[in-house]
């Protein structure tokens, strides 16, 4: 019986010193694989996958309408007619949704000019377009901000000198040392003490790209709505797309 007590105190002090145990990372080594067509491609991946490859490529070149000329982001100094097309889009679809949720309404839309990462070309227009136009998963946020923080908004879009797309319902004229002559919200001067609604990106909104006037706010609404589902949903709706560069924003001679 002693014997057995000894085996059994000689276990647990063995497994107590190896529960103390430290073990430490020494060293970490690893290597770059190239993907490149010296891998050869499996031929059963390929067959399972083949049948859901044909239906998104369907999918995204589906016609859904047809634009009368080519539209890039920098065919314009101060607003462009793709950046325009966007922004206006946003607010046509989700202005009713948000309407809807809130009884309030949308005063005007504000996105970037970086988001925009492919022209849309003279033709036809896919959703493959929307894709090209827009890669990313950017939804739409609307945020409450007070009249004050729109002239932080005016100041931004000035000093930036870029043509950040924003909905027709703002209207901006800028002189030629660059100063604000006239701003409109629809058709009205800014109210420093009324709550706008802005719809943007939830990157900008979380302060992308320089534009920290987003926070703090008056409240914000998440969508659940991707701006890309915005033009699909839109090109869907309309026949032709002609969108023009317009007077939202201009310099006075």
């Known amino acids: 019986m002693r ?4 085996i059994i105190l000689l276990n647990m002090l063995v497994f107590l010193s190896c529960k103390q145990q430290k073990l430490n990372i020494i060293k970490i080594e690893g ?12 031929s059963e991946i390929d067959a399972f996958i083949k049948p859901f490859r044909e239906h998104i490529e369907k999918d995204l070149d589906s016609v859904l309408a047809y634009a009368v000329g080519t539209y890039s982001k920098t065919d314009g100094k101060f607003n462009t007619a793709i950046g ?3 922004a206006d889009i946003v607010f046509e679809e989700s202005n009713p949704i948000f309407n809807k949720r809130t ?13 925009i990462r492919s022209i849309i070309s003279k033709g036809n227009v896919s959703t493959r377009t929307a894709y090209s136009v827009m890669p990313f998963e950017n939804s739409i946020v609307v945020v409450g901000l007070k009249g004050s923080k729109i002239n932080d908004i005016i100041n931004y879009l000035i000093a930036s000198k870029r043509a950040h797309p924003f909905s027709s319902q703002l209207q901006l004229t800028i002189d030629n040392d660059y100063n604000a002559i006239e701003v409109l919200v629809n058709g009205t001067p800014i109210n420093n003490s009324k709550t706008y609604y ?3 990106s939830d990157y900008l909104y ?9 926070q703090p706010n008056e409240g914000a609404f998440p969508l659940d709505y991707k701006i890309r589902n915005a033009l699909i949903d839109n090109f869907k709706k309309v ?15």
């Not at 014997?3 to 000894?6: A, K, Q, R, V």
């Open 3 to 6: 014997f057995t007590h000894l």
């Open 31 to 42: 290597k770059q694989i190239s993907i490149n067509d010296s891998i050869r491609s499996n």
């Open 84 to 86: 325009n097309l966007m």
């Open 103 to 115: 009884g309030h309404n949308i005063d005007f839309v504000l996105l970037n000019h970086g988001g």
């Open 198 to 200: 802005i719809a943007t």
């Open 206 to 214: 979380n302060m992308g790209d320089g534009m920290t006037f987003f």
């Open 239 to 253: 026949d032709t797309i002609n969108p023009v560069i317009d007077n939202r924003y201009t310099q006075t001679p």
